[in-house]
């Protein structure tokens, strides 16, 4: 059997969670991760390249005998290092720099999504502070501004009121969210409970992931600044099948509008979801797994994760070729003290071990780093997802919550209500 050598880009525990199921493929071959973390490093070999130079990478991939380059973050798919490897001849997970304009670019987004005529919250975009301060007066209630390109999951204020919303709008043009807030989108504020939808696509043929709901906020009871998640479950028990069949065929339409429009979208296509009353609605799209959903979605999926990356590439993906198992899955993520905001690095963790060594337990480092004597410490705002898997909700819950009693660090700090309103 022919292995096949790796190389995975990111750093986060989406890319942990990716890692761990591509080496259990029969074909994987040797691993390399950039920059990778913790436990990544753990398992594989650090590729020295900037995941965000598409030549440099493209050229390390080819010079190494690379089969095989997998995306985990948005900013590579933006900045085209799908389009370099392709070039070289080298199979890619992820989308081209076109199509990942469905992250990079809300406005491309909603574009598409009239076209294809898909559900989602009226809005308006506005490169001019004061024409976008007046729309925000004019709507005088509740609304939803967004830094229009990338920024890393934190360019969305949900604005209760107009002062809110001024707000928001303040911070994208005065440059808080950097460059993504040029030009700022504002949407209808939609009301229901979200659903996460993961789809892998070759271009064509579109198989859907299980459904997941992230935490956003920071704090128990839904409270406090939004983040780049706090915890998630799978599936969602909210979700009907008449939501669900609503829900697929949206991320059908769009890769069919895509491909009609010239845009071959090879990946994973993530589709964030409000389950209003009038039906589900599209909040974003993403171009890439979510974090931390791929940690309760992956340990669910029973497949080669290795050849079903391929297949995306080559556009030979089979609907049948992911099976999935009926536990239910739970991740709590551990933070630093202080996140979303500032916080301090280089905590000293311990208990990891003890954790995964738990039934039904996996640690996905996230911000964390391996010193030279083999100790891991905290080096981000989200350090690790812990997921329990178990035939029941309430069992997943217990054991996830358990295990996360085990690890410790100065300053952890997590929500206790991960699944509770579900429950």
Excluded at 36 to 65: C, F, K, S
Excluded at 92 to 112: H, I, L, T, W, Y
Excluded at 383 to 412: N, Q, S, W
């Amino acid at each position: 059997m022919e292995k096949i050598d790796i190389l995975l880009l990111g750093a986060g525990g989406r890319e942990h969670a990716l890692l761990k199921k591509l080496s259990e493929s029969p074909r994987a071959g040797r691993l390399f991760v950039s920059p990778g973390n913790g436990g990544m490093l753990m398992m594989a070999e650090a590729a020295p390249v900037d995941q965000e130079n598409p030549a440099e990478v493209a050229t390390w991939a080819a010079d190494n005998g690379i089969g095989l380059v997998v995306i985990g973050p948005e900013a590579p798919l933006v900045a085209g290092v799908a389009d370099a490897v392709r070039a070289k001849g080298i199979p890619c997970f992820g989308p081209n720099a076109d199509a990942a304009q469905m992250e990079g670019s809300k406005e491309f987004a909603k574009r598409v999504m009239a076209k294809a005529q898909v559900p989602t919250a009226a809005y308006r975009s506005f490169t001019d502070r004061a024409a976008c301060e007046a729309y925000v007066r004019e709507l005088a209630g509740p609304c939803v501004v967004k830094a229009d390109g990338l920024a890393a999951g934190k360019g969305v204020i949900v604005a209760q009121t107009t002062e809110e919303a001024l707000d928001g709008v303040a911070q994208c043009f005065d440059g808080a969210f950097g460059d993504a807030g040029s030009t700022v989108v504002v949407e209808e504020m939609l009301s229901g409970p979200e659903c996460s939808l993961l789809a892998l696509t070759d271009g064509t043929t579109v198989v859907p992931l299980a459904t997941s709901q992230d935490h956003k906020r920071a704090y128990d009871g839904d409270k406090g600044p939004n983040t780049g998640g706090m915890g998630v479950y799978s599936p969602v028990p909210a979700v009907s099948e008449d939501e669900l069949r609503t829900m697929v065929d949206v991320m059908n339409r769009v890769v069919a509008q895509l491909k009609e429009d010239g845009i071959t979208y090879s990946g994973c296509l993530y589709g964030g979801f409000m389950l209003t009353e009038d039906g589900p609605k599209v909040l974003e799209f993403n171009a890439r797994f979510g974090d931390p959903e791929t940690q309760v979605v992956l340990p669910r999926m029973h497949a080669d994760l290795l050849e079903v990356f391929l297949s995306c590439d080559a556009g030979t993906l089979d609907t049948n070729v992911i099976q999935w198992d009926d536990d239910w899955a739970v991740s709590v993520v551990l933070a630093s003290a202080g996140y979303p905001g500032s916080y301090e690095s280089g905590k000293r963790i311990t208990g990891i071990d003890e954790a995964a060594a738990q039934t039904g337990i996996t640690v996905y480092h996230a911000g964390t780093k391996l010193d030279e004597a083999g100790v891991i410490h905290t080096a981000g705002g989200r350090v690790l997802a812990v997921t329990a898997v178990a035939p029941t909700f309430a069992e997943a819950r217990e054991r996830a919550y358990a295990a996360c009693d085990l690890i410790d660090f100065e300053g952890k700090q997590f929500r206790t209500d991960i699944g509770a309103r579900a429950l």
